[in-house]
């Protein structure tokens, strides 16, 4: 029986993560891992056959890292990329509606350097603020396995160790992001308040870190899915307005 390589192992993520002194090392060891079959085969085949709108495109294919500076006091949390988003452009919440609105909210605060995020050599910046997800491989329906969303933790754990230093908000987009996040804390030492805080628009929590020396603040906010902004479930009003108050709570900057 061959031996499989290390990245398609599915030890692979709690092995490696701990190894990676910065986050930018994180960010290069984790677009290499295998760990997932069903997520590696899902997200190859999207590539493979593409959609008609973007069969020029040399899809990234992936898994895709987070995204912004290792020292940014707010971090937001999503659930995985997308199969033709963050799958293809290698960049979390870019190519899709959820990052068109997501993007376009942060840029009217002042928390980025534009608009638009089309693609991962555009120029995109982002203030003080770090993007990343529970699973960064693209599942299929959207919908990771409990073993997907288990075997790929240690990866946010890890990165949300190395960015604890200056980690202020975390801003949890969806209640699967915030359910996700929750037990990662809880089993790195973050300790929750009691009854475990639960999800809402608006909703916040303190936490308080591992070393016991502040609080940080947890705020939910619903999901900037195409779907949740043509119902209006969630308006850019609603987005700008969470993710201006996590700015504020982070000592961020903001523009009216």
Not at 221 to 234: A, E, G, I, K, V
């Amino acid at each position: 029986m061959p031996t499989r390589n290390p990245e398609e192992q599915d030890d692979f993520p709690v092995v490696t993560a701990p190894r990676a002194h910065t986050v930018r090392d994180l960010d290069s060891v984790v677009a290499t891992c295998r760990a997932c079959p069903r997520l590696v085969a899902w997200r190859e085949d999207v590539a493979r056959v593409k959609r008609r709108a973007f069969m020029d495109w040399d899809y990234w294919a992936r898994p895709v890292p987070g995204f912004g500076p290792p020292d940014a006091p707010l971090v937001i949390i999503g659930l995985a990329p997308a199969a033709h988003g963050g799958n293809r452009t290698g960049r979390i919440f870019t190519g899709d509606p959820s990052g068109d609105a997501l993007y376009a909210a942060l840029y009217d605060i002042g928390l980025c350097s534009q608009p638009t995020s089309t693609h991962r050599d555009d120029g995109m910046e982002l203030y003080g603020v770090r993007i990343t997800v529970p699973v960064h491989c693209a599942p299929p329906d959207n919908r990771p396995t409990t073993t997907e969303r288990d075997t790929c933790r240690p990866w946010l754990v890890h990165e949300l160790e190395l960015l604890r230093p200056t980690l202020r908000t975390f801003v949890a987009l969806g209640a699967f992001a915030w359910q996700a996040l929750l037990p990662v804390l809880a089993g790195a030492g973050w300790r929750l308040p009691r009854p475990r805080p639960v999800f809402g628009h608006g909703a916040e929590a303190l936490i308080v870190d591992p070393q016991g020396e502040r609080e940080v603040c947890l705020i939910g906010t619903y999901h900037p899915s195409q779907r949740n902004m043509s119902t209006r479930t969630l308006t850019p009003t609603m987005l700008r307005d969470v993710l201006r108050r996590a700015a504020e709570v982070a000592g961020l900057p903001t523009r009216d």
